[in-house]
Protein backbone atom coordinates (compact mmCIF):
# COMPACT_ATOMS: atom_id res chain seq x y z
CA UNK A 1 0.00 0.00 0.00
CA UNK A 2 1.19 3.20 -1.15
CA UNK A 3 0.05 6.57 0.09
CA UNK A 4 0.73 10.14 -0.04
CA UNK A 5 2.08 12.10 3.25
CA UNK A 6 3.08 15.79 2.75
CA UNK A 7 4.52 15.55 -0.77
CA UNK A 8 6.28 12.77 -0.25
CA UNK A 9 5.46 8.46 -0.99
CA UNK A 10 5.16 6.42 1.80
CA UNK A 11 5.28 2.83 0.95
CA UNK A 12 6.40 -0.68 2.59
CA UNK A 13 10.24 -0.04 2.01
CA UNK A 14 10.16 3.98 4.07
CA UNK A 15 9.45 7.09 2.92
CA UNK A 16 10.11 8.18 -0.58
CA UNK A 17 10.11 11.92 -1.92
CA UNK A 18 8.56 13.35 -5.12
CA UNK A 19 12.21 14.08 -6.13
CA UNK A 20 13.07 11.07 -5.93
CA UNK A 21 15.27 10.80 -2.75
CA UNK A 22 14.47 8.22 -0.22
CA UNK A 23 14.07 8.57 3.51
CA UNK A 24 15.37 5.47 5.39
CA UNK A 25 12.31 5.12 7.71
CA UNK A 26 12.27 3.43 10.96
CA UNK A 27 11.54 0.23 11.76
CA UNK A 28 8.46 -1.20 13.31
CA UNK A 29 7.95 -3.46 16.14
CA UNK A 30 6.60 -5.90 14.08
CA UNK A 31 9.77 -6.10 11.79
CA UNK A 32 11.41 -6.94 14.56
CA UNK A 33 9.39 -10.34 15.21
CA UNK A 34 10.89 -13.66 14.13
CA UNK A 35 9.79 -14.90 10.76
CA UNK A 36 9.68 -18.79 10.92
CA UNK A 37 10.58 -19.93 7.33
CA UNK A 38 8.79 -23.64 6.48
CA UNK A 39 11.06 -25.79 4.85
CA UNK A 40 9.58 -29.08 4.00
CA UNK A 41 11.36 -31.88 1.56
CA UNK A 42 10.44 -34.96 0.43
CA UNK A 43 14.19 -35.54 -1.25
CA UNK A 44 15.68 -38.46 -0.04
CA UNK A 45 19.61 -37.44 0.04
CA UNK A 46 19.14 -33.98 1.78
CA UNK A 47 22.76 -32.36 2.82
CA UNK A 48 24.06 -31.27 6.06
CA UNK A 49 21.98 -29.00 7.74
CA UNK A 50 23.31 -25.55 7.05
CA UNK A 51 20.84 -23.49 8.99
CA UNK A 52 17.05 -22.31 8.42
CA UNK A 53 17.40 -18.26 7.77
CA UNK A 54 17.41 -15.93 4.69
CA UNK A 55 21.53 -16.15 5.82
CA UNK A 56 21.87 -19.56 4.87
CA UNK A 57 19.47 -18.97 1.78
CA UNK A 58 21.52 -17.02 0.48
CA UNK A 59 25.09 -19.37 1.36
CA UNK A 60 22.92 -22.40 -0.99
CA UNK A 61 22.05 -19.86 -3.87
CA UNK A 62 25.81 -18.21 -3.75
CA UNK A 63 26.64 -22.18 -4.22
CA UNK A 64 24.68 -23.13 -6.87
CA UNK A 65 25.50 -19.79 -9.04
CA UNK A 66 29.69 -19.92 -8.23
CA UNK A 67 29.49 -23.77 -9.37
CA UNK A 68 27.98 -23.35 -12.42
CA UNK A 69 30.00 -23.46 -15.17
CA UNK A 70 30.06 -22.41 -19.12
CA UNK A 71 30.68 -25.69 -21.36
CA UNK A 72 33.07 -24.24 -23.06
CA UNK A 73 35.54 -23.34 -20.30
CA UNK A 74 36.98 -24.59 -16.79
CA UNK A 75 36.14 -21.49 -14.46
CA UNK A 76 32.88 -21.05 -12.94
CA UNK A 77 30.72 -18.30 -14.52
CA UNK A 78 29.06 -15.89 -11.92
CA UNK A 79 25.43 -15.54 -13.14
CA UNK A 80 23.42 -12.41 -11.41
CA UNK A 81 21.81 -12.46 -8.24
CA UNK A 82 21.19 -10.77 -4.98
CA UNK A 83 24.25 -10.31 -2.77
CA UNK A 84 25.87 -11.70 0.28
CA UNK A 85 23.57 -11.84 3.11
CA UNK A 86 23.81 -10.21 6.08
CA UNK A 87 22.48 -10.54 9.22
CA UNK A 88 19.65 -7.64 9.09
CA UNK A 89 16.94 -9.44 11.53
CA UNK A 90 19.39 -10.51 14.24
CA UNK A 91 20.59 -6.67 13.70
CA UNK A 92 17.36 -5.66 14.59
CA UNK A 93 16.87 -7.32 17.30
CA UNK A 94 20.34 -7.07 18.89
CA UNK A 95 19.94 -3.62 19.28
CA UNK A 96 17.54 -3.99 21.84
CA UNK A 97 20.19 -6.09 24.42
CA UNK A 98 21.27 -10.01 24.23
CA UNK A 99 18.55 -12.48 22.75
CA UNK A 100 16.78 -14.74 24.64
CA UNK A 101 17.27 -18.60 24.21
CA UNK A 102 14.13 -20.84 25.48
CA UNK A 103 15.79 -24.52 25.94
CA UNK A 104 13.48 -27.18 27.90
CA UNK A 105 14.09 -29.86 30.19
CA UNK A 106 15.46 -32.63 28.50
CA UNK A 107 16.88 -30.83 25.50
CA UNK A 108 19.97 -29.08 24.07
CA UNK A 109 18.34 -26.99 21.45
CA UNK A 110 15.84 -23.80 21.07
CA UNK A 111 12.26 -24.45 20.41
CA UNK A 112 11.23 -20.74 20.92
CA UNK A 113 10.70 -18.38 17.74
CA UNK A 114 14.10 -17.14 17.99
CA UNK A 115 15.46 -20.34 16.42
CA UNK A 116 16.15 -18.77 13.13
CA UNK A 117 18.10 -15.78 14.39
CA UNK A 118 19.97 -18.34 16.79
CA UNK A 119 20.63 -20.36 13.45
CA UNK A 120 21.60 -18.00 11.20
CA UNK A 121 24.20 -16.19 13.99
CA UNK A 122 26.00 -18.95 14.82
CA UNK A 123 26.00 -19.64 10.22
CA UNK A 124 27.54 -16.49 10.55
CA UNK A 125 29.88 -16.47 13.03
CA UNK A 126 31.30 -19.93 11.49
CA UNK A 127 31.70 -17.77 8.33
CA UNK A 128 33.34 -14.91 9.55
CA UNK A 129 35.77 -16.01 12.04
CA UNK A 130 36.51 -19.90 12.08
CA UNK A 131 39.67 -21.19 10.47
CA UNK A 132 38.54 -23.33 7.35
CA UNK A 133 41.72 -25.09 7.43
CA UNK A 134 40.58 -28.38 9.41
CA UNK A 135 38.50 -31.03 7.72
CA UNK A 136 36.06 -31.17 10.74
CA UNK A 137 34.84 -29.65 13.86
CA UNK A 138 36.45 -32.27 16.14
CA UNK A 139 39.91 -31.58 14.57
CA UNK A 140 39.55 -27.18 15.56
CA UNK A 141 41.76 -26.92 18.39
CA UNK A 142 40.46 -25.86 21.95
CA UNK A 143 41.77 -22.35 21.96
CA UNK A 144 40.06 -21.58 18.43
CA UNK A 145 36.29 -23.14 19.60
CA UNK A 146 36.54 -21.02 22.92
CA UNK A 147 36.79 -18.00 20.58
CA UNK A 148 33.59 -19.24 18.78
CA UNK A 149 31.59 -20.07 21.78
CA UNK A 150 32.25 -16.38 23.16
CA UNK A 151 31.20 -14.79 19.79
CA UNK A 152 27.87 -16.61 20.26
CA UNK A 153 27.60 -16.26 23.92
CA UNK A 154 28.16 -12.51 23.71
CA UNK A 155 24.47 -12.34 21.12
CA UNK A 156 22.41 -14.67 23.64
CA UNK A 157 20.96 -14.63 26.91
CA UNK A 158 22.37 -18.29 27.87
CA UNK A 159 22.90 -19.78 31.35
CA UNK A 160 26.19 -21.28 30.97
CA UNK A 161 26.06 -23.37 34.27
CA UNK A 162 23.93 -25.51 32.79
CA UNK A 163 25.06 -28.51 30.92
CA UNK A 164 21.99 -28.34 28.27
CA UNK A 165 23.04 -24.22 27.17
CA UNK A 166 26.92 -25.49 26.74
CA UNK A 167 25.98 -28.46 24.73
CA UNK A 168 23.46 -26.07 22.35
CA UNK A 169 26.19 -23.89 21.47
CA UNK A 170 28.95 -26.25 20.91
CA UNK A 171 26.37 -28.44 19.10
CA UNK A 172 25.08 -25.99 16.91
CA UNK A 173 28.58 -24.86 16.18
CA UNK A 174 29.83 -28.30 15.17
CA UNK A 175 26.91 -28.51 12.78
CA UNK A 176 27.91 -25.14 11.05
CA UNK A 177 30.90 -25.74 10.82
CA UNK A 178 30.88 -29.01 9.03
CA UNK A 179 27.70 -27.80 6.79
CA UNK A 180 30.13 -24.76 5.73
CA UNK A 181 32.77 -27.19 5.03
CA UNK A 182 30.30 -29.13 2.53
CA UNK A 183 29.53 -26.29 0.76
CA UNK A 184 33.00 -25.48 0.26
CA UNK A 185 34.14 -28.99 -1.05
CA UNK A 186 31.01 -28.58 -3.10
CA UNK A 187 32.19 -25.40 -4.80
CA UNK A 188 35.25 -27.78 -5.35
CA UNK A 189 33.83 -30.34 -7.34
CA UNK A 190 32.21 -27.88 -9.41
CA UNK A 191 35.17 -27.12 -11.05
CA UNK A 192 36.36 -29.39 -13.74
CA UNK A 193 39.82 -30.16 -12.76
CA UNK A 194 41.89 -29.61 -9.34
CA UNK A 195 43.78 -26.95 -11.54
CA UNK A 196 40.78 -25.01 -12.23
CA UNK A 197 39.97 -25.23 -8.45
CA UNK A 198 43.39 -23.21 -7.53
CA UNK A 199 43.34 -21.21 -10.08
CA UNK A 200 39.13 -20.66 -10.10
CA UNK A 201 38.84 -19.94 -5.96
CA UNK A 202 36.22 -19.12 -3.92
CA UNK A 203 35.10 -15.48 -2.66
CA UNK A 204 34.12 -17.30 1.07
CA UNK A 205 37.58 -18.26 2.47
CA UNK A 206 40.74 -16.11 1.65
CA UNK A 207 42.87 -18.04 -1.29
CA UNK A 208 45.51 -19.56 1.16
CA UNK A 209 42.74 -21.23 2.93
CA UNK A 210 41.03 -22.48 -0.39
CA UNK A 211 44.43 -23.50 -1.64
CA UNK A 212 45.03 -25.84 1.53
CA UNK A 213 41.43 -27.16 1.60
CA UNK A 214 42.27 -27.95 -2.20
CA UNK A 215 45.22 -29.79 -1.37
CA UNK A 216 43.40 -31.82 1.47
CA UNK A 217 40.23 -32.85 -0.87
CA UNK A 218 42.73 -34.03 -3.73
CA UNK A 219 44.78 -36.24 -1.20
CA UNK A 220 43.62 -40.00 -1.25
CA UNK A 221 43.15 -40.55 3.06
CA UNK A 222 39.85 -37.60 2.25
CA UNK A 223 38.85 -39.24 -0.55
CA UNK A 224 38.74 -42.91 0.96
CA UNK A 225 36.70 -41.26 3.82
CA UNK A 226 34.41 -39.09 1.68
CA UNK A 227 33.33 -42.77 -0.33
CA UNK A 228 33.05 -44.65 2.89
CA UNK A 229 30.41 -41.32 4.30
CA UNK A 230 28.89 -41.66 0.96
CA UNK A 231 28.22 -45.70 1.10
CA UNK A 232 26.57 -45.57 4.75
CA UNK A 233 24.81 -42.84 4.03
CA UNK A 234 23.19 -45.16 1.16
CA UNK A 235 22.43 -47.73 3.83
CA UNK A 236 20.09 -45.33 5.22
CA UNK A 237 16.39 -46.39 5.60
CA UNK A 238 14.87 -43.79 7.35
CA UNK A 239 14.70 -40.40 5.95
CA UNK A 240 12.44 -37.74 6.93
CA UNK A 241 10.31 -34.61 5.67
CA UNK A 242 11.27 -31.60 7.68
CA UNK A 243 13.69 -30.10 5.99
CA UNK A 244 16.76 -28.18 8.05
CA UNK A 245 14.10 -27.16 10.97
CA UNK A 246 15.22 -29.38 14.02
CA UNK A 247 12.46 -32.24 15.66
CA UNK A 248 12.29 -29.69 18.97
CA UNK A 249 11.28 -26.95 16.74
CA UNK A 250 8.91 -29.00 14.47
CA UNK A 251 7.50 -30.57 17.92
CA UNK A 252 6.40 -27.31 19.81
CA UNK A 253 4.98 -25.93 15.94
CA UNK A 254 2.95 -29.03 15.69
CA UNK A 255 1.94 -29.53 19.13
CA UNK A 256 -2.03 -29.81 18.90
CA UNK A 257 -1.59 -32.16 15.61
CA UNK A 258 0.88 -34.12 16.96
CA UNK A 259 0.22 -34.29 21.12
CA UNK A 260 2.44 -37.50 21.25
CA UNK A 261 5.71 -39.15 19.94
CA UNK A 262 3.27 -41.79 17.97
CA UNK A 263 1.85 -39.22 15.82
CA UNK A 264 4.66 -37.16 16.03
CA UNK A 265 6.36 -39.90 14.15
CA UNK A 266 3.88 -39.48 11.75
CA UNK A 267 4.08 -35.82 10.83
CA UNK A 268 7.88 -35.65 10.17
CA UNK A 269 7.87 -39.12 7.98
CA UNK A 270 4.94 -38.46 5.89
CA UNK A 271 5.59 -37.31 2.46
CA UNK A 272 2.70 -35.15 0.88
CA UNK A 273 4.27 -35.45 -2.37
CA UNK A 274 4.03 -39.32 -2.02
CA UNK A 275 0.86 -39.16 -0.22
CA UNK A 276 2.04 -41.64 2.35
CA UNK A 277 5.55 -42.26 4.29
CA UNK A 278 8.69 -41.32 2.54
CA UNK A 279 10.33 -44.89 3.01
CA UNK A 280 9.07 -48.66 3.82
CA UNK A 281 10.75 -49.06 7.09
CA UNK A 282 8.89 -45.88 8.68
CA UNK A 283 5.34 -47.05 7.59
CA UNK A 284 6.64 -50.36 9.17
CA UNK A 285 7.50 -48.45 12.42
CA UNK A 286 4.39 -46.69 12.82
CA UNK A 287 2.58 -49.23 12.06
CA UNK A 288 4.25 -51.18 14.45
CA UNK A 289 3.62 -48.49 17.11
CA UNK A 290 -0.03 -48.82 16.65
CA UNK A 291 -0.24 -52.72 17.04
CA UNK A 292 1.62 -52.05 20.46
CA UNK A 293 -0.59 -48.68 21.32
CA UNK A 294 -4.21 -51.39 19.89
CA UNK A 295 -2.56 -54.07 22.75
CA UNK A 296 -1.55 -52.02 25.38
CA UNK A 297 -4.60 -51.01 28.09
CA UNK A 298 -4.77 -47.91 28.65
CA UNK A 299 -5.04 -46.99 32.48
CA UNK A 300 -3.75 -43.48 32.32
CA UNK A 301 -2.42 -41.41 29.85
CA UNK A 302 -2.67 -41.75 26.74
CA UNK A 303 0.34 -39.96 24.98
CA UNK A 304 2.21 -41.02 27.88
CA UNK A 305 1.60 -44.69 26.96
CA UNK A 306 2.16 -43.24 22.85
CA UNK A 307 5.70 -42.04 24.20
CA UNK A 308 6.45 -45.22 25.73
CA UNK A 309 5.82 -47.06 23.32
CA UNK A 310 7.55 -44.80 20.56
CA UNK A 311 10.90 -45.45 22.44
CA UNK A 312 9.89 -49.03 22.82
CA UNK A 313 9.52 -49.82 18.83
CA UNK A 314 12.83 -47.47 18.14
CA UNK A 315 14.83 -48.61 20.70
CA UNK A 316 18.08 -47.16 22.37
CA UNK A 317 20.93 -45.98 20.77
CA UNK A 318 24.01 -44.74 23.22
CA UNK A 319 24.16 -40.24 23.32
CA UNK A 320 21.59 -39.80 20.35
CA UNK A 321 17.74 -39.75 21.28
CA UNK A 322 16.28 -42.04 18.62
CA UNK A 323 13.70 -40.09 16.65
CA UNK A 324 13.78 -37.09 18.18
CA UNK A 325 17.23 -36.18 16.44
CA UNK A 326 20.27 -34.35 18.26
CA UNK A 327 18.65 -31.35 20.24
CA UNK A 328 16.77 -33.77 23.18
CA UNK A 329 19.01 -35.07 25.67
CA UNK A 330 18.84 -39.08 25.49
CA UNK A 331 17.53 -41.27 28.19
CA UNK A 332 19.56 -44.10 29.44
CA UNK A 333 18.58 -47.49 28.65
CA UNK A 334 17.16 -49.70 30.93
CA UNK A 335 19.99 -52.01 31.74
CA UNK A 336 21.41 -48.39 32.41
CA UNK A 337 18.64 -47.67 34.89
CA UNK A 338 19.03 -51.02 36.66
CA UNK A 339 22.74 -50.35 37.11
CA UNK A 340 23.02 -49.93 40.70
CA UNK A 341 26.60 -47.52 40.34
CA UNK A 342 24.28 -45.35 37.87
CA UNK A 343 21.54 -44.77 40.08
CA UNK A 344 24.05 -43.63 43.21
CA UNK A 345 25.45 -41.17 40.71
CA UNK A 346 21.94 -40.21 39.81
CA UNK A 347 21.03 -39.68 43.36
CA UNK A 348 24.40 -37.74 43.93
CA UNK A 349 23.88 -35.77 41.15
CA UNK A 350 20.19 -34.83 42.14
CA UNK A 351 21.37 -33.92 45.40
CA UNK A 352 24.03 -31.97 44.26
CA UNK A 353 21.85 -29.90 41.76
CA UNK A 354 19.13 -29.28 44.64
CA UNK A 355 22.53 -27.99 46.74
CA UNK A 356 23.06 -25.68 44.19
CA UNK A 357 19.94 -24.98 43.63
CA UNK A 358 19.58 -23.48 46.85
CA UNK A 359 22.72 -21.81 46.94
CA UNK A 360 21.74 -19.66 43.93
CA UNK A 361 18.20 -18.82 45.72
CA UNK A 362 20.26 -18.00 48.86
CA UNK A 363 22.89 -15.61 46.46
CA UNK A 364 20.29 -14.04 44.77
CA UNK A 365 18.30 -13.36 48.19
CA UNK A 366 21.59 -11.91 49.40
CA UNK A 367 22.32 -9.64 46.38
CA UNK A 368 18.52 -8.42 46.45
CA UNK A 369 18.78 -7.54 50.23
CA UNK A 370 22.15 -6.17 49.27
CA UNK A 371 20.79 -3.93 46.73
CA UNK A 372 18.10 -2.25 49.06
CA UNK A 373 20.54 -1.95 51.73
CA UNK A 374 22.03 0.24 49.27
CA UNK A 375 19.36 2.29 47.74
CA UNK A 376 18.29 2.78 51.83
CA UNK A 377 22.13 3.96 52.30
CA UNK A 378 21.83 6.45 49.48
CA UNK A 379 18.71 8.15 50.37
CA UNK A 380 20.05 8.67 54.31
CA UNK A 381 23.09 10.08 52.63
CA UNK A 382 21.26 12.50 50.54
CA UNK A 383 19.03 13.53 53.61
CA UNK A 384 22.35 14.13 56.05
CA UNK A 385 24.03 16.00 53.33
CA UNK A 386 20.45 18.24 53.30
CA UNK A 387 20.73 18.30 56.69
CA UNK A 388 24.34 19.32 56.89
CA UNK A 389 23.78 22.26 54.18
CA UNK A 390 21.33 23.48 56.52
CA UNK A 391 23.15 23.66 59.48
CA UNK A 392 26.42 25.44 57.81
CA UNK A 393 23.80 27.78 56.30
CA UNK A 394 22.31 28.67 59.65
CA UNK A 395 25.64 28.85 61.27
CA UNK A 396 27.29 31.70 58.84
CA UNK A 397 23.93 33.52 59.07
CA UNK A 398 24.54 33.96 63.34
CA UNK A 399 28.43 34.51 62.95
CA UNK A 400 27.57 37.63 60.36
CA UNK A 401 29.66 41.14 61.37
CA UNK A 402 27.10 44.16 61.76
CA UNK A 403 29.53 45.64 58.70
CA UNK A 404 28.26 42.72 56.57
CA UNK A 405 24.63 43.17 57.23
Known sequence: MVRWVRGRWRGPGGIHRAGGIRVQQRPLLSDIQDREHEVHSDDSTQPPNVGGDETVEAIGNEAERVVSTEHNGDLPTRKRGRGPAKDTLFERVRKFGKIPLNIKEGQRGPSCENYNIFSGRVTSIVRLHANM??????????????????????????????????????????????????????????????EAALSGGTTWVEKPVWEYLCGLWSGEPFKKMSQRNSTNRKKQRINHTSGRKPFVRVMEETNEQAPNLVAFYKEVHWSKKKGGFITNTAEQNYNLMLERLNETELDGNMDETANAVFKEVLGYRPGYATGLGHSVIPEPSPSLLNNRDYQRVVEENEKNKNEANLYKNQLEALRSDLLEFKNQFKDYEKVMNTRMSRYESRRESQHETPIDA
Not at 139 to 155: T, Y
Not at 171 to 190: E, S, V
Open 133 to 194: RYASWKQVSKEEKEELIDRVRADFILDWTQSSHRECVINALHRKYNAFHYLLRKQYLGYSSH
